[in-house]
């Protein structure tokens, strides 16, 4: 009887504990996607319907490199959301006229064309714009917080009151 030890499984990082904590392991470790808040909570300034974030968010799953550009077949989006390809298509050529998506064709060595790839730094760069907002915004309140928290309390203005 042979036994055979298996790889150290990485730990976790402390990103992925966080979301084990709310979604639990099981859910996880069949994958996760990272999309940013201000896509979702900027989609009316970014002039983005539910369909089209629905599919930012599909397309996204699909984007597991920095370097390398998800390309999911519309049909895989399409099948997983319920609607007919041609909706995905709308959607994407949408995006890409608002110039969030770049559409990138692939071919095979034959000459037959493969599903395509999709560029979202236009999206990056127009929900970086939104996020400095939401930044400065919230450091801005900190700020009022922290100003606030320093401002002597009502009673300690009155001789004899509480001193803090």
Known sequence: MSTTKSAPKPSASPTEKVLEAKWGKTLIAAGFTALPDVIFQYQKALKLKP???LVLLHLASYWWKPNENPWPAKGTIADAIDV???TVQRSIAKMEALGYVQRIERKAKAGDNLTNQYDLRGLVKAAATFAEQKIAIREKRAGEDKSRRA???AFALIEGGKKI
């Open 51 to 53: 369909l089209d974030v």
């Open 84 to 86: 007919d390809p041609r």
């Open 151 to 153: 401002t002597p309390a």
